[in-house]
């Protein structure tokens, strides 16, 4: 298993930034791909951006594209989320998740969560 620990969230207002973070750890946890998943009030979970820890493979939710940039830090063994131009309906709990190299997708592991509030 891979232990996963988020943080950066908190308050902006719209069209602000903020950076996410998602510490990595276990003895397996470079055989993984990492994500970022949010979950807004009422609503359920979905994914938002995916990378290897190379940085050879990125994917984006639709949404998201132009605005967020996932990125890794192999010696912090840490994954970022930049934010930028922010809107109201980014508000959401961020999650860290990682999934194995098997071609299956699911996501195996989970952090905390950590939350996002955007102001209008």
């Known amino acids: 298993q891979v232990q996963l620990v988020e943080s950066g969230g908190g308050l902006v207002q719209a069209g602000g930034s903020l950076r996410l973070s998602c510490l990595a750890s276990?003895?397996?946890?470079?055989?993984?791909?990492m994500g970022w998943f949010r979950q807004a009030p009422g609503k359920g979970r979905e994914f938002v951006a995916a990378?290897?820890?190379?940085?050879?493979?990125?994917s984006y939710e639709d949404s998201v594209k132009g605005r967020f940039a996932i990125s890794t830090d192999n010696a912090k063994n840490t994954v970022y989320l930049q934010m930028n131009s922010l809107k109201p309906e980014d508000t959401a709990v961020y999650y860290c998740?990682?999934?194995?190299?098997?071609?299956?997708?699911?996501?195996?592991?989970w952090g905390q969560g950590t939350q996002v509030t955007v102001a209008s």
């Open positions: 998740a990682a999934t194995p190299h098997d071609g299956s997708g699911e996501y195996t592991s």
């Open positions: 990378i290897s820890w190379s940085g050879g493979a990125r």
């Open positions: 276990g003895r397996t946890f470079r055989n993984y791909f």
